[in-house]
Every structure is written in C-alpha cells, then in structure tokens.
C-alpha cells in the first residue's frame, strides 16, 4: 500500500504558489499556474498536477524557465496572432493566450494562434474549457519530444502530441476531448510508478522495443507506443503540422511541432442558448443508452472530470507519499512554510463548492 497525504485543495493551492513566488515568480503568475496545476489534480488528471512542482523549480534555477516573463502578441490581425512566450511558464502564457484569441473571436468569430519560446503548458484541457466557458469552442494541439514511436518504428520519433476541443454545454459539464495520441501521457508513468503500479499492457515498449508493463523500463531507454496504431499515429503528425505554423520548424533535422490554438465564436454560426441546449440534448441522449455488460452507465467526454472535481473538492486531493517528499525537499531549500497557516481566505473561496 503506498502511502498519500491528503489535501484540500485550498492548501495544495498555497503551497504551489508559495513555493513558486520563493522562486522568484511573481504573485500573479505564481497564483495562475498553481490554479491550472490544481485544477489538473482536482479533474483526476494528476499526471499534469503538482508532481511537476520539483522539475519546474529546478528548471527556474537552471534557467530553462523565466517565471516573471509576460507573453508578447506579435503579427496580430483581427483573427490571428503569434505569441512570445519568452521562456515563461507555459501555464501562463497559454491561459493569457486564450483569453487574447477569445477576445478576437469574439470580434472576428474565429482566431487562431501560434507559439513560440513557451515550454510545457500542462493540461490542454484546461485551454479548452476556458473557451467553452466563454461560449466557444476551443481547440488545442501541442507536439514536441522524441518518446513515442510512429507506427512500424522500432525509436521514438514523436512526442506524446496530444489534443484537445472543449465545447459549451449551458452548464458546468462541459465537453471536453483531451487525450495524448500516445497510448497515456508521460506524466500517467510518473504517477505510477509513484504509486508502485505497472502501467497497462500495450502503452510501452522496453529501450530493446519489447512490450512491458514496467514504468522503470519507460525511463531505461523505453518508448510510448501511439494509440489506435496508424490512427492515432496520422493525429500525431497532425499536431506537428499546426505547431510548424509557428515556423520553428528544421528543415535539415526534418523536426516539426509547437503549440497552436483554434477559437471558434459559437454566436457567429448560431446562437449560443440554442446551440448550448442542443448539445446538452445531444449528449442526454447518448448518455441514455443502456449499458453494455461490464459497464454501469453510458459517458460523455468531460464526464470524469466534472465527477472527479466535485468529488475532490469534497474529499481532498491525495499526493503519493514520494512526490510530497520531493516537494518537501524543494520547500526546505527554499524556506518555505507548507503548514496550513499559509492558505488565505481567497484560496479557501476560490474551491468553495
């Protein structure tokens, strides 16, 4: 049985942002990453979470992050941008960016970005329910890293590449699509083997290209395997084609990919009540069909992660004794208090039911 710590997510929010800001982030900044790191957690995604706290502190003293760097819209016209991300928190300028390209949509009806010199953004699906709560459809593509093989390969030539569209509802189930085109997402191996756990058969091959089941062998030199075979390894290169937009490509290393975001104004295709009522019917719909043996219910994407956050919001959030000990670590080298005492009135608001 491994052990966790249980946190409400108040507390899991202060600590991430304290630990942040004594790294020399500034408040702002530090309190919207924590957020979306939280969030990840609170959606049951804990892959995307606060076990990346030690990698992002050490990245900021390596200085492959600069936490107090703004995002910069550059080529801006009324339906389409690029940012700068200036090496900041990915987390940041993506969550700065959507607001940017809903704000455009919602003047020009659709608006789509590229990036460049933005790091790892976390959670796509965060991105995605930002424009869906804002009345739009959202959509996110991210490629980059060399884990995951394409289909008939025997090394890695891709990255987890996933995908994700968020999509209003009329209520706070939204849908939401997040998936990597790898059969699970790097983080999913972290998280089990934090947990002492073999992955699930069919996810990964060993640095030899046998199957396992073992995360040790992930990290020995393995690979990801693409989901869906030749399917998900088509969206794989297709993620790579919309970060190349960015024009970061190489052309004599042959490497592609990059961060790109799509927002589609709903109001300008029909109005968003009828739209929102229509899909909400829609999914009621698909959900009302009886189960197939071995299943209690039919779901919709967005589902889990609507049950997951109310439950967590309710309950806690549990962190494997091994990646609090890390974070541990990292506070005590950076001063830091993790005891409750450090939560604020606007934290405990912030995840009030």
Known sequence: MVTTHCFPASHLHAMTRKLFMAASTPRH???????????ANL?????????HIPGYLRSIEDGG??????????????NAFRVDGGNSFGHYIAQKTMERA??????????GVSFVRTGHIGRLGEYAEQAAQAGCIGIITFAGGRMTVPFGGAKGALGTNPISVGIPTGDDALFVIDFATSMIAAGKIVVAQSRGVDLPEGCIVDKHGNPSVKPGDFFDGGSLLTFGMHKGYALSLLTC?????????????????????QVLNVEAFTPIKAYEQGVRAFLDGIKSIPPAPGFDEVLVPGDFEHRSRLQHLADGIEVPDSIYQRIQECAEKLSVSLSEEIVEAADVERYQL
């Open 102 to 111: 809903i704000e455009k949509a919602k003047d020009a009806d659709v608006c």
């Open 65 to 78: 992050i600069r936490p107090a760097t703004e995002p910069v819209f550059l080529n801006e016209t009324a």
């Open 241 to 261: 084609l919309f970060g190349g937009l960015a024009g970061t490509f190489d052309v004599e290393q042959g490497i592609m990919g990059g961060t790109f975001m």
């Open 29 to 39: 900044i530090a309190d919207a990453v924590a957020g979306i790191l939280i969030n």
């Open 43 to 51: 959606a049951g995604h804990d892959s995307h979470g606060v076990l």
